[in-house]
Structure formats: structure tokens, C-alpha cells
């Protein structure tokens, strides 16, 4: 996953199924309340069938990048690379997302690149450069 998630002209579910064609709503409902944008949808007047609009131009940075961990989460690979996932959130949703992190990554390979000493703390190994 890239620090800049690139959406489609597509409706929010459109845009996270792209991760795993054959995801039913509820597990692509789970994704996101891992991703800590569930809630966010479920405001939208057309919830998860709302159109994000070219590049998801119609979103924040913070709630495209959010819908980027959710394919993440969606697609459930064994290896997962994450360049900067939680930069352009909040503490809140951060802490969120890191405790989803950590709890969905046992028996799985993950690298993880930050700035933020807070994300990389749920590194079992740490590099800095």
C-alpha cells in the first residue's frame, strides 16, 4: 500500500472490492471497521454506494488512505508492504488502525515504512535509517 491510495470513478464498495472481486459486503464492511472507516461510510448519504469521483477527489487524504487499508485488509495477503499507512491521520484513527495492524498479521510477513515513531512501534523489528 502507497502513502497516496489511488481511487476510480466508482462507489466506495467499487473501489475497496477491487482488492478481492469476490468479497461479499460484510467482509468488505469488516475491512473497513479495521480500517477505522466504516463509521465515516455509514454517514454518507449513499453509504458504501456513494461515488468517490475522479482520483476520489470528493475524500480527504486521511479517509482515501484509510479505504487503501481497507483493500489491504480486504485482500489478506501473506506478505504485506505498507509505505506510510497512517500519515495522513490522526492519533485516534491511527491507534485504531495499528491495533488491527497487530492483530491481523500473525503468520504474515510485513513491512512497515514511517516517520512516526507511534507506527512503528508495533514493529517486532525496527530499522531506522
Known amino acids: 500500500m502507497t502513502q497516496e491510495t489511488q481511487l476510480f470513478?466508482?462507489?466506495?464498495?467499487?473501489?475497496?472490492?477491487?482488492?478481492?472481486?469476490?468479497?461479499?459486503?460484510e467482509e468488505?464492511?469488516?475491512?473497513c471497521r479495521k480500517a477505522s472507516i466504516h463509521?465515516?461510510?455509514?454517514?454518507?448519504?449513499?453509504?458504501?454506494?456513494?461515488?468517490?469521483?475522479?482520483?476520489?477527489?470528493?475524500?480527504?487524504?486521511?479517509?482515501?488512505?484509510?479505504?487503501?487499508l481497507a483493500r489491504?485488509?480486504?485482500?489478506?495477503?501473506?506478505?504485506?508492504l505498507l509505505d506510510e499507512p497512517t500519515s495522513n491521520l490522526d492519533s485516534l484513527n491511527e491507534a485504531v488502525i495499528l491495533k488491527s495492524l497487530r492483530e491481523e498479521t500473525d503468520g504474515k510477513t510485513v513491512?512497515?515504512?514511517?516517520?512516526?515513531?507511534?507506527?512503528?512501534?508495533?514493529?517486532?523489528d525496527v530499522i531506522e535509517m
Open 72 to 80: 489491504a485488509f480486504l485482500h489478506d495477503a501473506p506478505f504485506i
Open 9 to 25: 470513478k466508482d462507489t466506495i464498495k467499487g473501489n475497496i472490492r477491487i482488492a478481492r472481486l469476490d468479497a461479499t459486503d
Open 28 to 31: 468488505i464492511a469488516e475491512a
Open 111 to 124: 513491512i512497515l515504512v514511517s516517520h512516526r515513531r507511534s507506527t512503528a512501534r508495533i514493529a517486532d
Open 39 to 68: 463509521d465515516f461510510i455509514q454517514t454518507l448519504p449513499e453509504g458504501y454506494d456513494t461515488e468517490v469521483g475522479e482520483l476520489g477527489d470528493t475524500l480527504s487524504g486521511g479517509e482515501r488512505q484509510r479505504i487503501g
